[in-house]
C-alpha cells in the first residue's frame, strides 16, 4: 500500500526527493534523445534541464549523508500518494514536441509543490533552506522552458521544427491514412453499387459492401505495413502506418456501406449515393490541407475518379 506524504519522516522525504529527481532527469535524458535527429534545439534545452536535475539531485544526496549516512532507502512515488502517474517515454510510440513541453510543464509544477510541502515538513534549518532552494530552482526551471520556448519563436528555430514535425505527421500518418481512406471510399463503389442495381435488396448491398470493406481494410493494411520499415524513408513505424491505412480502408467502403442498413432500396441508396459525395469532399480537402493540392484540382481529380468507379459499378449491376 502507498504512504500517506503526511506519514514520511524527514529521512523518508530527503530519500524520496533524490528518487525525483533521478527519475525526472532520467525522464529528460528520453525526451532529449527521442528528439536529438528531428529537433536537435529543443533536445540541447532538454538536456540543460536534465543537467540540472542531476546537480539538484547530488546536492540532495550531500544533505542526505550528513545527517543520515550513507545508505539511502529506495522509495518511488509509487509509494507515496499524490503523485501523478507518467507514462514512460519509451512505452510512447509518438509524442510530439508540444506534447513534450507540456510534460515538462507538469513535471516542474509537481516537483515545485513537492519542495515546497517538504520544506514544511522539515525541522533542521539546512535540510529546510536546501528544499527552498530546489522550490525556487523548479519555477526557474519552468521559466528557462518558456524562455527558450520564446527564444526558438524569435530564431525561427520554433517554425522550423514544427514544419518538421508536420512533415513527419504526414509522412507518418496522413499519407497512409489518405491512401487507405480514398481506396476504400472508391474501390468498394463498383462491387457495392454493382450488386445493389442487380438485386434491388439493400440486404444484399449491404453484404457486398461489409465484405468489400473489410477485405479492402485487411489487404491494404498488410501491403502498408509491409511495403516499408521506415527506417530509412522516416515513415514511422510500419505497424502503425498499417494499422491507419487499414482502419481508413475499412471506414471508407463502411461509410457509404451502411445505410443499406434501411430496408428501403431507394432510401438507402439516396443516402448511400449522399454519403458518397461527402467523402469524396472530405478526400479533396484532407489532399488540399496536407498535401498542397489546389482544392479544385483535388476535388476535380478525386470526384471524376469516383464517379467513373460508380458509373462503371451502376452499368455492371444493370446489365
Known amino acids: 500500500m502507498a504512504k500517506p506524504f503526511s506519514d514520511l519522516s524527514e529521512r523518508e522525504i530527503l530519500a524520496l526527493a533524490i528518487a525525483l529527481e533521478e527519475e525526472d532527469g532520467r525522464i529528460y535524458a528520453d525526451l532529449a534523445e527521442r528528439f536529438k535527429d528531428g529537433f536537435p534545439l529543443t533536445a540541447q534545452a532538454i538536456l540543460r534541464m536534465e543537467r540540472e536535475e542531476s546537480e539538484h539531485r547530488q546536492r540532495l544526496i550531500d544533505r542526505y549523508r550528513a545527517r543520515f549516512g550513507e545508505h539511502i532507502p529506495l522509495i518511488q512515488r509509487s509509494d507515496v ?16 514536441v508540444a506534447q513534450a513541453r507540456r510534460q515538462i510543464g507538469v513535471m516542474e509544477l509537481e516537483s515545485r509543490t513537492f519542495y515546497e510541502a517538504a520544506a514544511a515538513r522539515t525541522s533542521d534549518a539546512e535540510t529546510r533552506r536546501l528544499l527552498g532552494d530546489l522550490a525556487h530552482a523548479e519555477i526557474e526551471h519552468s521559466a528557462l522552458a518558456q524562455r527558450l520556448e520564446s527564444e526558438q519563436i524569435e530564431s525561427g528555430a520554433r517554425e522550423t521544427e514544427d514544419r518538421s514535425q508536420r512533415r513527419m505527421f504526414v509522412l507518418q500518418v496522413v499519407q497512409p491514412g489518405l491512401a487507405g481512406l480514398m481506396d476504400g471510399s472508391v474501390s468498394t463503389l463498383a462491387p457495392l453499387f454493382a450488386a445493389a442495381f442487380a438485386t434491388h435488396s439493400s440486404r444484399d448491398a449491404l453484404l457486398v459492401g461489409l465484405a468489400s470493406s473489410v477485405g479492402a481494410g485487411i489487404s491494404m493494411g498488410f501491403a502498408e505495413a509491409l511495403s516499408d520499415d521506415g527506417a530509412l ?8 502506418r ?12 463502411l461509410g457509404h456501406t ?15 449515393v449522399l454519403v458518397v459525395l461527402v467523402e469524396l469532399v472530405v478526400i ?4 488540399h490541407h496536407y498535401m498542397d493540392t489546389p482544392f479544385l484540382a483535388a476535388a476535380f481529380q478525386v470526384i471524376v475518379g469516383g464517379l467513373l468507379v460508380f458509373a462503371a459499378g451502376m452499368l455492371i449491376g444493370s446489365s
Request: some cysteine; overall charge positive; hydrophobic content about 55%.
Open 81 to 96: 500518494t499524490g503523485f501523478l502517474r507518467r507514462k514512460p517515454v519509451w512505452l510512447m510510440k509518438v509524442i510530439s
Open 233 to 240: 524513408s522516416g515513415r514511422g513505424h510500419p505497424m502503425i
Open 242 to 253: 498499417g494499422a491507419v491505412c487499414g482502419l481508413m480502408t475499412a471506414l471508407g467502403g
Open 258 to 272: 451502411l445505410p443499406f442498413i434501411v430496408a428501403d432500396f431507394h432510401v438507402a441508396f439516396t443516402i448511400a
Open 284 to 287: 479533396s480537402w484532407i489532399r
